[in-house]
């Protein structure tokens, strides 16, 4: 810990090199001499014993940053004089009385430096969620070629139908496309068509008029009219009931509708992007999707591929969100080893990328040395499954060159520990280091 600022009008030797045997060091600051003193500080001990007057401390604890924490030292009977007791009530995180006990002491003073902790890693949680940038990773071949269209088509008013497994990402493609518009003063609105309870529908699509029904005690805009000016995203559009179908079909050939309960039709001017992660080619065949309104909808198709057909991007997006979810947790440097790695790639991934996103937060919460393993994913059975594909030699080689690292790691370089820890000769692990290529310092 840093220095403890302890404030008095004697010092105290005893209390200092009581507490410096607990590890705590202190720096007394005279009270009558605080010119240079910096209020900017965690804890302070603010020595009280043998004090009448308390107008100083007062002043000099308004000086005080408001987060600092102050424990007060005082005498028994202090605790009878109204100034102290006004000062401890007001001022203080903790007392304590003396004859002063180091044991006590230590222990106040060791929960004060672990609220402060915790308070410091919120404010930096906070902080770094809140600056962290979110990004699209777009880096496969396939993945590139999707930007391309998403940048000619997002500046024109041409419907958009996204197609993909759920979590490949449809929403935030929908939201590059409004942001790429030419409509971003207006909003984007989403709507969830699967979620839509079947009695509600019309009225949450097109709002409704006051006493259009019972219940309906005052007029609702609804999200067509909220996305005047903007883009309307029909998430699983392909889950809309066929008899509301019509009502989207009649608004998207006429640009109007009629609110529930409404006289006049109403006129928004809206982009259309929708998004199904079922087959809506036999949900036509099927009778359960209109033939028109999918011509309606279907001004240009993207297609997401499912992660595991995109190989290129999973090791991005794995760096990515553990940078994201390491700076928001606070938990400092994180990576993968190799073997992670390995297993991710290997991984059907058939939540795509959401899946990916809940595997690496839980595994960067949990991960205690900083580099994530195959197991912190929960990926093991991954690696074993692709054993049989990937031959003998090439998973020997990767099982030497991942213990290399960590044992390597693990003694911070200090060739002749490592050695003998994994119970081979210096030259011997000075060959392995050449043959994987692996960057080290003997320190
Ligand atoms: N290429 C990408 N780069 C960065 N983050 C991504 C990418 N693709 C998806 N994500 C993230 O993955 C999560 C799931 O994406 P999203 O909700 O857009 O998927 P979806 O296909 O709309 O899912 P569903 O069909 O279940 O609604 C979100 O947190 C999103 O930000």
Not at 27 to 32: A, L, M, P, R, T
Not at 246 to 274: H, K, M, W
Not at 406 to 418: P, T
């Amino acid at each position: 810990m840093r220095c403890l600022s302890v404030i008095g009008h004697i010092y105290d030797d005893g209390l200092c090199k009581g507490l410096k045997t607990h590890g705590i060091f202190t720096e007394f600051h005279d009270v009558e001499n605080m010119q240079s003193f910096n209020f900017n500080i965690d804890i302070l001990l603010l020595d009280l014993r043998g004090v009448d007057q308390t107008d100083w401390a007062e002043l000099i604890l308004n000086q005080l940053n408001k987060n600092t924490l102050v424990l007060m030292l005082v005498e028994n009977k202090q605790l009878q004089v109204n100034s102290i007791q006004m000062l401890i009530s007001k001022y203080a995180w903790d007392y304590h009385t003396a004859p002063f006990e180091v044991d006590r002491l230590t222990r106040i003073l060791g929960h004060a430096l672990g609220l402060i902790r915790i308070r410091l890693r919120c404010a930096a949680q906070a902080n770094n969620s809140l600056h962290f940038p979110s990004k699209t990773i777009m880096c496969s071949r396939v993945m590139q070629a999707l930007s391309k269209q998403i940048y000619r088509a997002a500046p024109t008013d041409i419907p958009i139908l996204i197609r993909g497994e759920s979590g490949t990402g449809k929403e935030l493609i929908a939201r590059e496309i409004h942001q790429k518009s030419q409509r971003t003063s207006g909003e984007f609105v989403a709507v969830n068509c699967g979620s839509l309870i079947s009695g509600v529908v019309q009225s949450e699509l097109f709002g409704h008029e006051k006493g259009a029904f019972t219940g309906a005690i005052n007029r609702h805009k609804g999200k067509i009219s909220q996305a005047h000016g903007g883009t309307l995203f029909l998430d699983e559009v392909g889950d809309l009931p066929l008899d509301q179908q019509v009502n989207l079909l009649r608004f998207l050939q006429e640009g109007t509708f009629d609110a529930v309960g409404g006289s006049q039709p109403t006129s928004v001017d809206v982009r259309i992007v929708a998004a199904t992660h079922i087959d809506l080619d036999a949900a036509i065949k099927r009778g359960e999707f209109r033939l028109d309104l999918f011509y309606r909808l279907n001004g240009l198709t993207l297609e997401l591929p499912p992660l595991r057909d995109r190989k290129e991007d999973i090791i991005s997006l794995a760096e990515h969100f553990c940078q994201k979810y390491a700076a928001e947790y606070a938990v400092g440097g994180c990576h993968f080893s190799e073997q992670a790695k390995t297993a991710m790639l290997e991984h059907q991934w058939t939540g795509n990328v959401r899946e990916l996103i809940n595997r690496i937060r839980r595994a960067v919460l949990l991960c205690e040395t900083g580099i994530i393993q195959a197991s912190d994913l929960e990926l093991e059975n991954s690696i074993n499954q692709s054993c049989f594909a990937r031959g003998l030699k090439k998973i020997k080689d990767e099982v030497e060159k991942n213990t290399l690292i960590q044992v390597m790691e693990k003694h911070s370089g200090k060739m002749d520990v490592v050695a003998n820890d994994l119970q081979i000769s210096r030259a011997t692990l000075y060959r392995l280091i050449d043959k994987h290529d692996i960057y080290a310092i003997d320190s």
